[in-house]
């Protein structure tokens, strides 16, 4: 399946094949922008809501859920107690872009935790439609392969399957929860104690703090002052900012890509398509 993306809308284009009333192949196009994706996920954000939340923001939170690594180190899931190590494991899989490093957490999905647990709005919608584009422009594998199934039944209703390629869902069960003893700690050091659950994870009626701070003036936990004392910015994607364009994350570990296999490049309307590999 190839993959186009137009600029001056924002819309990705692809077509699939199908048979007609006659028993012949035919194309069928498709094409999605972050409009389809939000009212597709039903994730609740708008094109109004933020894509960076100061970082700040996000470490003074995870100091408060009980994180033990150093403030500029690497987030790693086996830093946390098991309740909030579970959170980070969900959102991780359900939402990262990669197809590995799912110990380490990316500040994007920092960002989505943050908010989650906060009760702060957040536009997911555009963040992970930001690297279904990036994944067309690197000429990776197509991330997101729910996701952009649950598009394509949506356009084409009678589009067959081939139960042999058909990725089924499974609801979480008790090995779900054993893959989190992947994620342990070194020998000479123990696991973080349990940390009771706060914010909106304790209150659903919860409402986030003013002026990007992370706790309320009332709140009577533990203080992160100390864990963020030498802290330094990083200049991370959604973190940072230089004449209005994005400065890319650098890469924490080796990326999965596919072979590079020669392709003609074909202009359609000013547009730059390459063929794409399918996932295997």
């Known amino acids: 399946m190839s993959l186009i993306l137009e600029e001056s809308t924002k819309t990705i284009h692809s077509a699939v094949q199908k048979k007609d009333e006659n ?51 690497k987030y790693l899931k086996s830093l946390f107690c098991r309740p909030y190590k579970f959170l980070v494991h969900c959102v991780v899989h359900a939402l990262s872009y990669r197809k590995g490093a799912y110990d380490e957490t990316s500040d994007y999905i920092m960002n989505i935790i943050t908010c989650l647990v906060l009760n702060r709005p957040y536009n997911i919608s555009q963040v992970l439609f930001d690297h279904m584009v990036g994944n067309i422009i690197s000429e990776r594998y197509i991330m997101y392969p729910r996701f952009i199934q649950m598009m394509i039944d949506d356009q084409v209703t009678d589009l067959p399957k081939d139960p042999t390629d058909v990725m089924n869902l499974r609801n979480m069960k008790v090995d779900t929860f054993s893959r989190l003893d992947q994620y342990k700690l070194k020998k000479d050091e123990t696991e973080p104690r349990v940390k009771h659950m706060i914010c909106k994870i304790a209150n659903p009626r919860y409402v986030a703090p003013e002026n990007d701070a992370w706790r309320h003036d009332n709140s009577n936990s533990e203080d992160e002052t100390d864990s963020l004392r030498d ?46 590999h399918k996932r295997s």
Not at 43 to 63: A, H, M, Q, Y
């Open 231 to 276: 802290m330094h910015e990083k200049k991370l994607r959604y973190w940072f900012m230089k004449d209005g364009k994005r400065k890319r994350t650098p890469k924490a570990s080796p990326t999965v890509t596919a072979p590079k296999v020669s392709t003609p490049k074909i202009v359609v309307k000013g547009i730059v398509e390459r063929a794409s």
């Open 23 to 73: 028993n012949k192949v035919i194309d069928v196009e498709i094409k999605f922008n972050v409009g389809d994706l939000r009212r597709l996920m039903e994730l609740g954000d708008s094109d109004n809501d933020p894509t960076i939340v100061p970082e700040r923001l996000c470490k003074g939170l995870w100091f408060r859920m009980g994180f033990t690594g150093h403030v500029n180190g």
